[in-house]
Every structure is written in C-alpha cells, then in structure tokens.
C-alpha cells in the first residue's frame, strides 16, 4: 500500500486548504479497519502528530490545531482529510498521512506554506 498525499500549497494567513491522502493499493476492509492519522514536519523541528480519526470516525487533534483542523474519512474512496482553516504562519510545514499502527510506510507529503 503507498499512501499518497495532495493539496497542499501556498496560502495567506487566516486562509483554508484541504488536504487529501490517498491509500493506494489497499482493500476496503483493510482500510477501513485502520486508525489513520496526520502529522507535520516543519524545518529543523520533529514530526509532529496533528489529528487522529478511528475506525468509528472518533477525532483527537493536538492542542495546536483544535478548532482549526478538522479530519474525516472516506472508506469507500480509501482516502483520508484534513481540513484546515484559519492557517497561521506556523502551520507551515510538509504533512503526512500515517497508518496509526505503522503496517504501511510514509508517503512523500505535501507542503503547506503560509507566509509570515
């Protein structure tokens, strides 16, 4: 399975984007019995877990996003979201989508910018 992310890019303060993660090569069951998360790398800092959706669709988010971002799943489509809005200059970072459990590898990300 490669997970595959999109969406990102350059956007002003106070804006919106959202991003998307495909998982490509998986089966509906495997999908949908996977808790899936987003994390964040910014420049010179350590990855950094953003949200969490289970497999029940319950939310966790880190305390910097709560609010801001909101996650969601579409199991038919093999696919997790992120929905950002009100972006703040240190939102910039490259994101990731993670199986919660580590089965699958880290894709390549996708960079959001927001200028200062």
């Known amino acids: 399975v490669q997970l595959v992310e999109s969406g990102g890019g350059l956007v002003q303060a106070g804006g919106s984007l959202r991003l998307s993660c495909k998982a490509r090569?998986?089966?509906?069951?495997?999908?949908?019995?996977?808790?899936m998360d987003w994390y964040r790398q910014a420049p010179g800092k350590q990855r950094e877990l953003v949200a969490t959706i289970t497999t029940d669709r319950n939310t966790e988010y880190g305390d910097s996003v709560k609010g801001r971002f909101t996650i969601s799943r579409d199991n038919g489509k093999r696919t997790v979201y992120l929905e950002m809005s009100s972006l703040k200059p240190e939102d910039t970072a490259v994101y990731y989508c993670y199986r919660h459990d580590g089965v699958w590898s880290w894709g390549p990300g996708t960079q959001v910018t927001v200028p200062g």
């Open positions: 090569g998986s089966i509906l069951s495997d999908f949908s019995g996977s808790v």
